[in-house]
C-alpha cells in the first residue's frame, strides 16, 4: 500500500489558508511565514515606511541552485512542478519541513 502525506499550508498567524510564503530578514536571523492574502498585505503594510527609507543590500534570498533541488524532490516525491518560475507554496512548505525535521512529508 502506497502512503501520501499532504501539506496544506495554513497562515502561521490565524491558521487560515496561506497563499503564499514570505521571507524576511531581521538582526541577521532570516525569518520564513507563511500568510493568507489579508495578512500578507497587512505584512506589507506595516513594513512599507522601513521598506522606504531601507537600504536594500541584496538580490533574492535563495538562489536559483535551490530552486532546482527543491524542484527535483518535488518531482521525486509527486508534486506537479513547472520548469521555471514560481514554486506552490505547498512545494516549498514540504521542503521546508524535509529540510527542518518533519522528513514524513518529503523523501529525498
Do not use: C
Amino acid at each position: 500500500m502506497e502512503r501520501r502525506f499532504l501539506t496544506f499550508p495554513t497562515d502561521d498567524l490565524d491558521g487560515s489558508p496561506a497563499t503564499e510564503s514570505i521571507g524576511f530578514s531581521l538582526d541577521g536571523r532570516e525569518y520564513r511565514v507563511d500568510l493568507s492574502e489579508r495578512n500578507a498585505h497587512r505584512l506589507r503594510e506595516t513594513l512599507a515606511p522601513y521598506v522606504d527609507r531601507g537600504r536594500r543590500t541584496g538580490g533574492r534570498k535563495e538562489p536559483h541552485r535551490l530552486g532546482k533541488e527543491i524542484r527535483v524532490l518535488a518531482r521525486r516525491n509527486g508534486y506537479s512542478v513547472v520548469r521555471q518560475g514560481r514554486l506552490p507554496i505547498a512545494v516549498v512548505s514540504a521542503y521546508d519541513n524535509r529540510r527542518w525535521g518533519a522528513a514524513e512529508d518529503y523523501q529525498d
